[in-house]
């Protein structure tokens, strides 16, 4: 079955950086859009990132532009998401989606705080 599993999440402060992975498994990874979400407390869950297939077609939310990059390494059925400059703001769930098959990983904390 469709698994993600994210990780790389913590705790950092403003202005600092963290990497976060999903590794995914139990479909063709390297052939389907992947994308990143964020859910803050009290808030709805927001699009964060999206990349295509082989690696183009990337959107980014307007509120990480030039800080965040979404990536992909198709041989290792992995998204990543590298996270600069990252400001209070940024402190959520942050999970990893399939849309073609509509699943979630399990989420992972990222707090940003002094």
């Known amino acids: 079955q469709v698994q993600l599993v994210e990780s790389g999440g913590g705790l950092v402060q403003p202005g600092g950086s963290l990497r976060l992975s999903c590794a995914a498994s139990g479909f063709t990874f390297s052939t389907y859009a992947m994308s990143w979400y964020r859910q803050a407390p009290g808030k709805e869950r927001e699009l964060v990132a999206r990349?295509?297939?082989?690696?183009?077609?990337?959107i980014y939310a307007d509120s990480v532009k030039g800080r965040f990059t979404i990536s992909r390494d198709n041989a290792k059925n992995t998204v990543y998401l590298q996270m600069n400059s990252l400001k209070p703001e940024d402190t959520a769930v942050y999970y990893c989606?399939?849309?073609?098959?509509?699943?979630w990983g399990q989420g992972t904390q990222v707090t940003v705080s002094s």
């Open positions: 990349i295509g297939s082989v690696g183009g077609g990337t």
């Open positions: 989606y399939t849309p073609r098959y509509g699943y």
